[in-house]
């Protein structure tokens, strides 16, 4: 049981453990076009309320509810149920990236959720980092790197255009998650390259 959950807990976000050390984006040789080509984070993210389904395939936990709440214009929580544990993550919106700082079991139903007050959330170190700039084919932030920009991929939801894709690879697996504007995560594949098997989690739904 934890093991499924302990791979579960993967596929929903790519362990990218090694935090960030320097905070400020790279050196540019023209201003103007970077402002131009600014990234706005914020809409990697689902909306305001809603709750998303994922139908999984490869083990009982890899189906999940996610619902996400913005706590102000820069905190945002999901709350991602998945029939065995339900879990509270808060990510930290900046310029140039974002960081997860806050990730908790809950007891309470998904629905009846007391989040965290932002002026705490103020005080949080970054756990790790989530997602990062420039978005560009080999960026890299912790183990992770973007290696496909522009992909297509479908959803049980929809079909979906310029998609990027993340991957973490490490010895024992290979790690991928598929972020869309507007949506944020809509697909997630965990493979196993001891065990030759593979995790899938798939957007099924948007509510």
């Not at 499924?4 to 790279?26: E, K, N, R």
């Not at 990697?44 to 936990?61: H, Q, R, V, Y």
């Not at 978005?135 to 912790?142: A, H, L, P």
């Not at 991957?167 to 598929?178: A, L, S, T």
Request: aromatic share 12%.
């Amino acid at each position: 049981m934890k093991y499924l959950l302990t791979i579960f807990s993967i596929i929903l976000l790519i362990g990218c453990t090694q935090v960030l050390m320097d905070d400020s984006p790279p050196p540019s040789k023209d201003p103007v076009s970077v402002e131009e080509t600014k990234t706005d984070f914020k809409k990697f993210f689902k909306p305001d309320g809603s709750t998303a389904s994922f139908l999984g395939e490869g083990n009982e936990f890899a189906s999940y509810t996610e619902k996400t709440k913005w706590l102000s214009d820069d905190y945002v929580a999901t709350v991602i149920d998945n029939g065995g544990a339900t879990t509270m993550k808060i990510y930290r919106v900046l310029e140039d990236r974002i960081d997860l700082i806050y990730d908790e079991l809950v007891e309470e139903m998904p629905n009846n959720i007391t989040y965290p007050e932002v002026i705490s959330l103020e005080k949080l170190e970054a756990i790790e980092p989530y997602f990062a700039g420039p978005i560009e084919v080999g960026t890299t932030f912790g183990n992770c790197e973007i290696v496909e920009t522009g992909a297509s991929v479908d959803t049980h939801f929809e079909s979906f255009e310029n998609v990027i894709v993340i991957e973490e690879q490490q010895e024992d697996y290979i790690n991928r998650k598929y972020l869309v504007e507007g949506f944020g995560v809509v697909k997630a594949v965990y493979t196993d390259t001891n065990e030759e098997y593979i995790v899938t989690s798939t957007l099924e739904k948007l509510e």
